[in-house]
């Protein structure tokens, strides 16, 4: 189009539309064909306030600013934008008619939980019902999942009773109805609305119940002497104050002859162990577990008693003189018995003493050269005998 001779300004492409999270900086690019000695300004339409002209910055907005290309390419710049940001700008051009066109900023918040409107840690008696929420805005509207840290499943019942098992939960009030102690821990309330980043808040849910014990074996046999452990296995919540007792009621504190530990298997199991260390007779009797919490006490009874030990029996032969390691070698003997044919020499045959025969109980049945002559010919008699009978 002509104007007075000359092509009239046109805009070369239309503006883009602005999707900018909060805080961050928008930039919209007005494109102008054949300006000429015309004029461009920047108009926020909602408002009709006037942004910039030209060169020169109008509002009295410090964050916004304008700069331009060759005349050809046309800039708003706006700077850390907030909410009243929001709206239609339009990027106008002075001719008459006047010429424009718009675009538009959308300024998304990320979700952000609102405090008085979120649950915080609750605590629950088992068979009630824990109900917890969690509220947060945004823009766009935040959505509300629920999951467990732990990753387990989450127990939904309806209002026939009937439950389903989820990882995740949708919506703003997570209700758990008949709770059990399995239920019971962290559960994550988390907030996304497609603007980073995603938020989450950590609620915990205590379930309350009377102590409960478990002992694996009530009737616990070892030798005297030896180490025996004992251990009963305890559910409690709040936590609750273990110990043992000796019966009829004597406590039992900690010593080397009385090892105790508690191993805490999860948020409302622990697993409590005793080790009697060489045990005497004593020791023997009836040990007692104890739990205790806010809500009541229990105990459960183990019995200690004596299993034969592996005696084993050793024979002690009837009292000799000592002789060396070397049986069949050389005999020590004391000072004043040494033989009188050599003062300086020991004998080398194997000494008379240590020829003995000896019967099941340990008498002696034979000994020296003589006695063993007659066994030996005794031996030989029989072996004859037994051929003999063969041979017939």
């Known amino acids: 189009m002509l104007t007075g001779g000359v092509d009239a300004p046109e805009f070369g492409e239309p503006i883009t539309n602005l999707t900018i999270p909060i805080g961050r900086d928008a930039t919209f690019k007005c494109i102008v064909v054949n300006l000429g000695n015309y004029r461009v300004g920047w108009v926020k339409a909602d408002t009709k306030a006037i942004q910039a002209i030209h060169e020169h910055v109008i509002t009295h907005n410090h964050r916004v600013s304008v700069s331009h290309s060759d005349h050809f390419t046309w800039y708003l710049h706006i700077k850390n934008v907030q909410e009243e940001d929001r709206g239609q700008y339009m990027c106008q051009i002075n001719t008459d008619p006047m010429k424009s066109q718009m675009g538009f900023l959308e300024v998304v918040i990320p979700p952000d939980f609102i405090p008085e409107e979120t649950s915080g840690d609750t605590m629950v008696p088992e068979g009630g019902t824990a109900r917890v929420s969690c509220k947060a805005r945004g823009i766009p509207p935040p959505r509300v999942m629920w999951k467990r840290e732990d990753g387990q499943e989450i127990v939904v019942r309806d209002q026939s009773g009937s439950k389903t098992k989820v990882l995740s939960y949708q919506g703003e009030v997570l209700k758990l109805t008949k709770i059990s102690r399995s239920e019971m821990g962290t559960y994550l309330c988390i907030a996304s609305n497609g603007v980073p980043p995603t938020v989450s808040k950590r609620i915990h849910i205590s379930v309350h119940f009377h102590p409960v014990i478990q002992v694996p074996n009530q009737l616990v046999g070892a030798p005297l002497g030896t180490d025996v452990t004992l251990e009963c296995y305890v559910e409690s919540s709040p936590k609750s104050i273990n110990y043992w ?52 006490d229990v105990e459960s009874k183990i019995r200690l008693y004596e299993i034969p030990g592996n005696d084993r029996h050793i024979y002690q032969y009837p009292d000799e003189r000592t002789t060396s390691d070397d049986e069949y070698g050389t005999e020590i003997y004391d000072d004043d018995e040494i033989p009188n044919n050599n003062e300086n020499e020991k004998s080398n045959r194997v000494p008379d003493r240590a020829n003995k025969w000896y019967s099941n109980d340990g008498k002696i049945v034979g000994g020296g050269p003589h006695n063993s002559s007659i066994i030996l010919t005794a031996t030989l008699t029989t072996i004859m005998i037994f051929l003999l009978v063969a041979v017939i």
């Open 245 to 296: 007792v000796k019966d009829p009621g004597e406590l039992i504190i900690p010593s080397e002859h009385h090892e105790m530990t508690v191993r805490q298997k999860s948020m409302f199991e622990a697993e409590m162990s005793m080790t009697i260390k060489r045990i005497r007779r004593e020791d023997l009797g009836s040990y007692i577990c104890v739990a205790k919490n806010s809500l009541g």
